[in-house]
């Protein structure tokens, strides 16, 4: 079945989603919609084409600045840099370990780089769960603080050079 991604909508049965992880199942229920609002966050989410409003994952994503300390690869860089935050990424129980995931990161760095095009971003950030979720994003080129290792970064530039 094809998926795909769009912003969140009023219409999205948001209740049925259950990704195993009670935290982002209930950020997903109750707090999406209220950041989006409040412009907070935007969140996108994975529909299937058949049943878009059946909501299969999702993302969302904030502005934020982040330290530079802790960055291994830091060059020059200012105390402080802007920043997207990858604030929620999530899977349906149903549909893991069949690459929603991962396509859900590229939508996400996808959007990040069309940001940064628009405005100055440096890094996107993601605060992992655990260490899986961290190996995860590990994969796909994120690296680990040295200071807080549940933290992750990639820089906008190794993003435009994929």
Request: glycine share 6%; hydrophobic share 45%; aromatic share 6%.
């Amino acid at each position: 079945m094809e998926v795909q991604i769009r912003k969140l909508s009023a219409d999205d049965d948001r209740n049925r989603f259950d990704c195993g992880v009670a935290s982002l199942n209930d950020w997903l229920q109750k707090t999406a919609s209220q950041h989006e609002k409040k412009n907070l966050t935007r969140t996108y989410v994975a529909v299937l084409a058949d049943k878009p409003d059946a909501i299969v994952g999702y993302y969302a994503l904030a502005a934020t600045s982040i330290e530079t300390e802790g960055i291994s690869a830091k060059s020059r860089l200012p105390r402080k840099v802007a920043a997207v935050l990858l604030a929620r990424l999530a899977v349906d129980t149903k549909r893991k370990g069949k690459g929603l995931g991962e396509y859900l990161l590229a939508h996400a760095l996808d959007t990040v780089i069309v940001t940064a095009e628009t405005i100055g971003i440096q890094c996107v950030v993601v605060d992992a769960i655990d260490d899986r979720a961290a190996g995860f994003y590990e994969k796909y080129g994120f690296v680990r603080l040295t200071n807080d290792p549940l933290r992750l970064v990639l820089p906008v530039a190794t993003i435009s050079q994929a």
